[in-house]
């Protein structure tokens, strides 16, 4: 039988996370390709940190929410989001696919006032 310790357990997380953040920078710099390595670093770092506070945990909501941000809104700014957002992806027992729905709706909705 095999025994996988939680060290090894750990440490198969952290190398899925590399990969994936690897992943995001690729795709945050095809989406904005006038960032610079740092901007786009930033980017993934922000949009990462402001996922999990929002409960999206799959990397497909993740890279969904970071792609929203950058495409609607031009990346994420040094101020929070605006409160309708928030209130959106804040939403309690919200299935994330239908809060990121939601949310792309409203920055499309925002975008043509």
């Known amino acids: 039988m095999l025994t996988i310790r939680d060290a090894q357990t ?8 590399v990969d ?5 920078r690729g795709r945050v710099a095809e989406l904005a390709p006038n960032f610079t390595a740092e901007q786009v ?3 993934v770092a922000r949009g990462m940190a402001l996922a ?3 409960h999206l945990s799959r990397e497909i909501d993740v890279a969904r929410f970071v792609e929203i941000v950058l495409v609607h809104l031009g990346g994420f ?3 929070p989001l605006p409160k309708p957002a ?4 804040y939403g ?3 299935d994330p696919e239908v809060k990121l729905r939601r949310f792309r709706e409203w920055c499309e909705e925002t975008a043509r006032r």
């Not at 750990?10 to 996370?17: D, N, Q, S």
């Not at 928030?86 to 992806?89: A, D, N, V």
Request: hydrophobic residues 45%.
């Open 10 to 17: 750990e440490a198969l997380r952290r190398h899925a996370i």
């Open 20 to 24: 994936f953040q690897k992943q995001l």
């Open 41 to 43: 670093e930033a980017q």
């Open 52 to 54: 999990a506070e929002f």
């Open 77 to 79: 700014k040094e101020q």
């Open 86 to 89: 928030l209130s959106i992806l």
């Open 92 to 94: 309690y027992k919200v």
